[in-house]
């Protein structure tokens, strides 16, 4: 079946654009997580969505992070007014049911490189 | 909090030579662990997992991996290599209460020659 599908795949933008990130989960999957890959911080946590619960944000690294997933399935990462060093591979990964050492299952990723 | 150490950046090997790569976590209680591997332009996959039980763990294409709780170890090894493992390979470690968030090591770049 179908993985976790992300667009774009690559975006190039301004710094100070905002920019959006959408992640299509496998279908049935209730856990979405959003991770980025960067050069000097390697991979690193950023949010997680389980069912209708409220997301845990504990790794967006300032408020021009945020996102949102609709109608328990597809998912929005937004950076607003975006620097330099927000240039990065964000990852979203989905999971059957969010439960503890399930297994994440990666999509390709969003190369995203702010001038 | 939790940690995953990955000390080798980069690991090169002959085809057909074994190999192993470090992982050393850090993790008050019994840890949930995780080998992924990322080949160029590609997402993360899965190759194996460790919940408990039997601490040598079978993964896919020929990987396997060994939890030692004594060593706070889980490192991945594979008897032959094939120029198609050239990739980069992360270790993580998940939480058990109840936060099922992943921490990542730095990663192990490997390279194969002929």
């Known amino acids: 079946g179908a993985g976790v599908s992300q667009s774009p795949s690559n975006k190039v933008t301004e710094k100070g654009k905002d920019v959006e990130l959408r992640c299509d989960p496998i279908?049935?999957?209730?856990?979405l997580y959003w991770y980025r890959q960067s050069l000097g911080q390697g991979l690193e946590f950023l949010i997680y969505f389980q069912g209708n619960s409220a997301p845990d944000k504990s790794g967006l690294p300032s408020d021009r992070f945020s996102a949102e997933r609709t109608g328990g399935s597809v998912s929005t990462l937004t950076i607003q007014r975006t620097q330099q060093e927000d240039s990065a591979v964000y990852l979203c990964?989905?999971?059957?049911?969010?439960?503890?050492?399930?297994?994440?299952?990666f999509g390709p990723g969003t190369r995203l490189l702010v001038l | 909090a939790q940690s995953v150490t990955q000390p080798d950046i980069h690991i090169t090997v002959s085809e057909g030579a074994s190999l192993e790569l470090r992982c050393n976590y850090s993790?008050?209680?019994?840890?949930?662990l995780f080998w992924y591997v990322q080949s160029p332009g590609q997402g993360l996959q899965l190759l194996l997992k460790y919940f408990s039980g039997d601490t040598l763990v079978q993964g896919i294409k020929g990987f396997e991996a060994e939890f030692k709780r004594s060593q706070s170890s889980f490192n991945l090894r594979k008897p032959s290599v094939h120029w198609s493992d050239a990739a980069e390979y992360f270790c993580?470690?998940?939480?058990?209460?109840?936060?099922?968030?992943?921490?990542f090591g730095t990663g192990t770049r490997l390279t194969i020659i002929p």
């Open positions: 993790y008050g209680a019994t840890p949930y």
């Open positions: 990964a989905s999971s059957l049911a969010g439960l503890e050492g399930e297994t994440q299952y």
């Open positions: 279908s049935g999957h209730t856990a």
């Open positions: 993580a470690v998940g939480d058990n209460f109840g936060n099922e968030k992943l921490t």
